[in-house]
C-alpha cells in the first residue's frame, strides 16, 4: 500500500513498484488507509509524509495500536528538510526509511529486506551477486589504451551492498583491495567491527575488521581464485566470489 496525500508522488511509486511487479493500492488519509488494511492483507505500507509530519506519526502510531504485526513493515519517505524528524520517528517505532532523492535507489532494496528479514534465516550463508562491473563497461573514447588495471565490482545481497576496487601493485604479485559494505534500505547503519576473511584455496588468507562506515583494505598475494566472507552478524555471513584474476604481467588488462 501507497499512502500520501499528493497523487504525482503516489503515482511515481505505484509505477516504480509496479515494474518491479508489485501489486499497489493508494491511499490518501490515515482513516481510508486504516479501513483498506482492516479489509484486505498488505505486505507493506510505503508512506509518503511530503511535510506533514504530524499525518506520519498519526499513521504510525494507528498501524501500531490496531495493525502492529504490519508496523515492521512501514516504510517512510523522507525529504532533506523533514529528514531528522523521520529518522527520530522511524528510530522510535523501528521502521525503515528512504530519502526521497534516493527513491529509485533504496526503496526496492528497503523492501526487499522487510520481505526478507536476516532473522528468518539462522545460520544463512548469502552468495551476493555482482551487480556491476568496470571491465564490462564500455571505456569512454581515447582511453582504450590506458595502462589503468584497477577493477571496480559492486555486488548485492537482499539489501546489501559490497562495494570493491581491486588494484594490482605494479612489479610485484600483490594486490590491493578496498571495499565497503553499505545497506540500501538503512543509509545510517553502521557495520564497524564487522569481520571481512579473504578465502583462497587452502584457507583463510588475511581478515581484517570494517570501520565504523563499512570500510575495510586487504593487501594479499595474488590467487587466482578468491573470494571474501563478510560475518554481518552472528548467524549471517554474505560471500563475494571475486572474479577469476590473471597475473598482472599476462595481460594488459591486470586480472
Not at 595502462?147 to 588494484?167: F, H, K, N, P, T
Not at 578468491?226 to 584474476?245: G, H, Q, R
Request: net charge negative; hydrophobic share 40%; glycine share 6%.
Amino acid at each position: 500500500m501507497i499512502v500520501g496525500q499528493e497523487p504525482l508522488a503516489r503515482d511515481d511509486m505505484r509505477i516504480l513498484l509496479g515494474s518491479a511487479g508489485c501489486e499497489c493500492t493508494v491511499a490518501s488519509s490515515v482513516e481510508q488507509t486504516l479501513a483498506t488494511i482492516g479489509q484486505k492483507k498488505f505486505d507493506a505500507v510505503v508512506l509518503d509524509p511530503q511535510s506533514s509530519i504530524s499525518q506520519a506519526a498519526d499513521m504510525i502510531s494507528r498501524i501500531n495500536e490496531f495493525h502492529p504485526n504490519l508496523l515492521k513493515h512501514v516504510v517512510i519517505i523522507a525529504d532533506e528538510d523533514s529528514d531528522s524528524e523521520i529518522k527520530d520517528l522511524a528510530e522510535r517505532y523501528s521502521v525503515s526509511h528512504v530519502q526521497r532523492k534516493f527513491l529509485l535507489q533504496q526503496l526496492l532494496g528497503s523492501l526487499d529486506a522487510l520481505f526478507r528479514p536476516e532473522a528468518l534465516f539462522p545460520d544463512v550463508t548469502h552468495v551476493a551477486r555482482v551487480i556491476s562491473d568496470s571491465f564490462r563497461d564500455p571505456l569512454p573514447a581515447g582511453v582504450r589504451g590506458s595502462q589503468d588495471r584497477s577493477r571496480r565490482l559492486l555486488y548485492a545481497a537482499g539489501s546489501l551492498r559490497v562495494d570493491l576496487l581491486i588494484e594490482p601493485d605494479a612489479g610485484s604479485h600483490r594486490l590491493a583491495l578496498a571495499g565497503q559494505i553499505l545497506d540500501s534500505a538503512k543509509p545510517d547503519r553502521r557495520f564497524d567491527g564487522v569481520p571481512v576473511t579473504l578465502q583462497g584455496w587452502k584457507g583463510s588468507v588475511a581478515q581484517v575488521t570494517a570501520g565504523e562506515f563499512g570500510e575495510f583494505h586487504v593487501d594479499f598475494r595474488f590467487e587466482s581464485n578468491i573470494s571474501l566472507e563478510i560475518k554481518i552478524a552472528k548467524t549471517n555471513c554474505i560471500t563475494v566470489p571475486l572474479p577469476v584474476m590473471e597475473r598482472a604481467r599476462r595481460s594488459a588488462a591486470g586480472f
